[in-house]
């Protein structure tokens, strides 16, 4: 036969094989389409948030929390490049708060003589520093999945804040190939590549197919709250999901308050003008 022939005959073959298993997947109830569905992320339980609806706020104290989380625990794999030093005095810190905040992070200053890169204390100016210096420095370091940035996270997240939170606190009971070094990554925060293996990562339903790069990010007592708060896990996932939430959208309460505004000028801008029309047409006989 010549390899054109054995080319085709294999072809024929293989496509031979898939209409089998198509057939069988079929027959058997387990098709494509409730394959897909069986990978579905679960419905995250709906939160009360109070930052919910058109009259709803952000809690201040919670967004400072879970900026304590964020760079206590998320930092580390995450990064907030669409978020400035300076944007964080719309979370309730002054002046010179930020500027002390900023000076315990370091950002790139360029290279040195030698081409290896500088680093320098932060300023209120900086945008808060990636993580890693490239996609394939953070494929090295967590297992073959690249950390997602998460600036707008809970706005581009399906489920937004409540799937946020399910997704931190829904891991289940650790198996035995659980282990090893992961990054707060992966489908954990936006559906990004598994980690080479296939079965490897770490069971919560929350995620894409049931799995997820990114270990259990949280523990109880993970960072020391400022106010005193008690740094459970759940205090932890509520707090920086609240943060994240913040960060993505830091001018929803001036926007509430707003429209809250215009609708009041609108209501008395009616009455006003049924009054007149009375006013003006009251000599007029029905």
């Not at 089998?20 to 997947?25: E, N």
């Not at 719309?90 to 708060?97: A, H, I, P, R, Y």
């Not at 799995?211 to 896990?233: N, S």
């Amino acid at each position: 036969m010549t390899r054109t022939q054995v080319l085709s005959s294999s072809i024929a073959q293989a496509r031979k094989w898939v209409g089998v298993a198509l057939l069988l997947g079929v027959g058997l109830g387990h098709g494509p389409a409730v394959w897909a569905q069986s990978l579905a992320p679960a419905q995250a339980p709906v939160q009360n948030w109070s930052f919910k609806g058109p009259l709803g706020h952000f809690d201040l104290a919670a967004v400072q929390r879970g900026y304590a989380v964020f760079a206590g625990v998320c930092a580390s794999c995450h990064g907030l490049t669409q978020v400035h030093f300076s944007d964080l005095a719309g979370m309730g810190l002054t002046s010179e708060q930020i500027a002390a905040l900023a000076e315990a992070w370091q950002v790139p200053d360029g290279l040195d003589a030698e081409g290896r890169l500088k680093h320098r204390k932060a300023q209120p100016d900086d945008a808060l520093p990636e993580p890693y210096p490239n996609a394939q420095a953070a494929r090295a370091a967590n297992r073959g999945a690249v950390p997602p940035d998460l600036s707008r996270i809970t706005q581009v997240y399906p489920g937004g804040p409540d799937r946020v939170l399910a997704l931190l606190t829904g891991y289940d009971a650790p198996t035995s190939h659980q282990s090893g070094k992961g990054s707060a990554a992966g489908e954990g925060l936006v559906g990004g590549a598994h980690p080479a293996g296939g079965e490897g990562g770490f069971a919560n339903p929350y995620a894409i197919g049931h799995r997820t790069a990114m270990p259990p990010p949280l523990r109880d007592g993970a960072v020391v709250f400022a106010d005193g708060t008690q740094a459970t896990a759940e205090q932890e996932a509520r707090d920086v999901t609240t943060f994240l939430a913040w960060v993505s959208n830091p001018h929803a309460d001036s926007k509430r308050r707003l429209g809250v505004g215009v609708a009041l000028y609108l209501c008395f801008l009616a009455t006003l003008l049924v009054i007149l029309k009375r006013r003006i047409w009251s000599h007029v006989r029905k």
